[in-house]
């Protein structure tokens, strides 16, 4: 089909100017829709918007005709004569090849003058009073748009020259972004006629965005158009130019547990690492984070440019996290390379565990984006069970402290913690805790196994926070107390899914 319709269009193209062709054997299917005035904005511009990594390849807009003798078409302004060849095609391949990504399929979009919709309107307008003055009618949707045209034409081309195959779904995306300066000003009278549809954006430069160009004419009348825009349309001296030529992956996601394995006070680790890195005042703390030891070997393997990190809640640079760990995600931003067997990621694992005696990471795989969510989801109706060595004033006995054991859903009252009023609202949250266990240390000392709800702050529900968390282990036992060492021991989120080892 594509090559028929190639053909048919050389055809039409090397015919007269004036010339009226009246059949064409063979014509090809012309019920293709237009596309929906809400999806009119480019792909590309989605793309921005979404933050989504690009690699720009031409920044000068330069790329123009070759052919300085060519009678301009008045309607696509020159982009189905002198941009469907396949010099034109080699050329950006080989800047795709050049942008060094890895792809077994690809997106190809590619982004119109909005005057050409203008122009593409007027034809389709004069055709139907041509048609109409022969009885015959013609709708919106018994044309083919430009730009499905230039798509039917370049995919096989794209295609065959790149060896991968053309897919809607693929995460790589090569766009061409077209400009046609001398007829910038064709939209301008649309926005006299129709203002509510020509709005200021942040992110846009003009108002005549092409989906602004699509929704105006889709509301002037037929003849307010007819009265502002020639039909036909006048022809150009020149043809369109390329603005650029951009190739963008979408963002792959990694995910898993995180082990903080850190060397320290119970012969097993340091309690002495943050989750992100910590700086204050621009000054760095420490020296690593958790972010940092698992995102340095990702970036590397992924040839990311950055990466974004998120997780199941956080700890507190001396609390430990075991049990089956916290669940993250790394979002890598324009990763180059994105296809990895289950193998390769276990290997990838291993080494992230091999680097470091700090932390360890299991169930490491890719997943999409929108799995992500299950990690947020209900996240303070989740709960977390924690370990703490308790420290008390007063000299106490086993007794003293077996009616904790007794104690099932205990509604407490947070204010903002001092420690992080600087970074959080000032807020009272009402916290539960579902159960507590006590196991005797001696006289000063004791360990509480907490099953809470998730966001408790643990360390102010022992010592009190000076009455800013109440009731609290403090004034249940009427002593004052306080946390010695706090271990994270599981976070019940039931993902990512458990991988065999």
């Known amino acids: 089909m594509e090559m028929e319709l190639l053909n048919e269009l050389q055809k039409f193209l090397e015919t007269e100017k004036d010339e009226l062709v009246s ?3 063979n014509p090809p299917p012309k019920k293709i829709r237009l596309q929906e005035l809400e999806d ?9 918007q979404n933050g989504e990594g690009k690699i720009s390849i031409i920044e000068d807009g330069s790329i123009a005709s070759k052919n300085s003798n060519l009678n301009v078409c008045n309607v696509c302004l020159g982009i189905l004569q002198d941009f469907c060849e396949k010099d034109f095609v080699k050329m950006v391949c080989e800047k795709v090849g050049a942008s060094g990504f890895e792809f077994t399929n690809l997106v190809f979009s590619v982004s119109f003058p909005p005057q050409l919709s203008v122009r ?4 389709w307008l004069l055709v139907k009073q041509e048609m109409g003055k022969q009885s015959l009618s013609l709708g919106r949707n018994d044309i083919v748009q430009l730009k499905e045209a230039y798509k039917w034409i370049t995919h096989p081309l794209f295609s065959e020259e790149l060896g991968v195959p053309i897919d809607g779904k693929s995460l790589f995306e090569v766009s061409v972004v077209f400009a046609h300066p001398e007829t910038v000003e064709d939209c301008h009278f649309l926005r006299a006629i129709c203002p509510d549809c020509f709005k200021p954006a942040k992110n846009k430069q003009s108002v005549f965005t092409r989906m602004a160009v699509m929704k105006a004419l889709n509301k002037i009348k037929e003849e307010d158009f007819l009265k502002q825009f020639p039909c036909p349309p006048n022809s150009p001296k020149a043809v369109c ?4 030529i951009e190739c963008a992956h979408g963002a792959v996601f990694v995910a898993g547990y995180c082990y903080i394995s850190l060397a ?3 012969n097993k680790y340091s309690r002495n690492l943050p989750q992100t890195p910590w700086i204050i005042d621009g000054q760095r703390k420490l020296e690593s984070s958790v972010e940092e030891l698992i995102s340095e070997h990702l970036l590397t393997v992924f040839k990311a440019e950055s990466f974004n990190f998120s997780s199941s809640g956080r700890e507190d640079v001396d609390v430990r996290t075991l049990g089956n760990g916290r669940p993250f995600a790394i979002e890598l931003v324009n990763p180059h390379r994105a296809h990895f067997t289950s193998q390769e990621i276990k290997e990838l694992q291993q080494k992230i565990n091999n680097s470091s005696n700090k932390i360890q990471v299991r169930d490491l795989q890719i997943v999409t984006r929108e799995a992500i969510g299950h990690m947020k989801e209900g996240e303070e109706e989740k709960t977390k069970t924690y370990s703490a060595l308790i420290w008390t004033n007063k000299a106490i006995q086993r007794k003293d402290i077996e009616f904790l054991d007794d104690i099932k859903d205990l509604k407490i009252d947070q204010k903002t913690p001092l420690r992080v009023l600087h970074r959080r609202p000032l807020a009272v949250r009402t916290r539960i805790i579902h159960s507590m266990e006590t196991h005797y240390v001696d006289e000063h000392h004791f360990r509480l196994y907490l099953k809470t709800q998730a966001g408790t702050y643990i360390k102010e529900f022992v010592h009190g926070d000076f009455g800013r968390t109440r009731p609290n282990i403090g ?5 004052t107390a306080d946390i010695l060492e706090l271990d994270v021991e599981s976070v019940d989120v039931d993902w990512p899914p458990a991988l065999d080892d």
């Open 241 to 244: 130019t390329v603005l650029e």
């Open 264 to 266: 320290g006070r119970y």
């Open 475 to 479: 004034s249940l036992m009427d002593v």
């Open 120 to 123: 593409e309107h007027a034809a």
């Open 40 to 48: 009119g904005i480019d792909r590309m511009d989605n793309l921005s």
């Open 23 to 25: 059949e064409v054997p």
